[in-house]
């Protein structure tokens, strides 16, 4: 069983106010990305990191920032929520060699 | 227009009948992933594979390169198979990044 954790599992908040959405992973692994779900919709790619210091932005534009400080933390910032990021939020995580990726149980946002 | 495309895009079943769930894609690959993704949001990896076939307990996947085609068979389908099952590719052009389908949602009736 996969060992990557994400915090909170829910969130309501109102517009304006910044938040952080917690991944960590045991595993080890150096690859970690954050997808973006709309209900009933495919998952987007906003950030990947493949290691400490390391970040890019996905194929989905997004006004969320990462950082990578640890190689098992990989937290996702939005310095002003808005009702357009209501949407659940999944973090994954690989390792180099292996390109199977295990996935988080998923942040779902709402901003009000 | 999306290159990974599943289908069928939702499919109900009775308990004990036989799944199939198709994925094509454009694009070249290096190794597709099927994925289970319960109610409550969070996804379970099923399969990794890049050539021929893989089974685990009543479920088995197959994968045709020639003809950019996957399928995901469920044997003996039960209530607790209810779920979306999505089919996500990893691209030649790409390192680590997946392209998803849009998901099949399956729900099995007792």
């Known amino acids: 069983e996969a060992d990557i954790y994400q915090t909170p599992r829910y969130l309501v908040i109102g517009t304006g106010k910044k938040i952080t959405l917690e991944c960590s992973q045991t595993?080890?692994?150096?690859?970690m990305y954050w997808y973006q779900q709309d209900p009933g919709m495919e998952l987007h790619l906003i950030h990947y990191?493949?290691?400490?210091?390391?970040?890019e932005k996905g194929d989905l534009s997004s006004e969320s920032t990462v950082s990578r400080i640890r190689t098992e933390h990989f937290p996702l910032t939005l310095e002003s929520a808005r009702p357009s990021h209501t949407s659940q939020y999944l973090c994954a995580s690989s390792d180099l060699v292996s390109i199977e990726q295990f996935f988080g149980p998923g942040t779902r946002l709402t901003v009000l | 227009k999306n290159e990974v495309e599943q289908s069928p895009q939702n499919l109900t079943a009775q308990e004990g009948e036989f799944i199939t769930i198709n994925c094509s894609y454009s694009v070249g690959i290096s190794a597709l992933h099927w994925l289970q993704q319960h109610p409550g949001g969070g996804i379970v990896s099923l399969f990794m594979l890049s050539s021929g076939k893989k089974k685990h307990g009543r479920l088995i996947a197959t994968i045709n390169i020639q003809e950019k085609h996957s399928s995901l068979h469920i044997t003996a389908s039960h209530p607790r198979d209810s779920a979306v099952y999505i089919c996500?590719?990893?691209?030649?052009?790409?390192?680590?990044?997946?392209?998803f389908g849009a998901g099949t949602q399956v729900v099995v009736t007792p």
């Open positions: 595993m080890g692994h150096d690859k």
């Open positions: 990191s493949y290691g400490v210091n390391s970040t």
């Open positions: 996500a590719v990893l691209t030649t052009d790409s390192w680590g990044k997946l392209q």
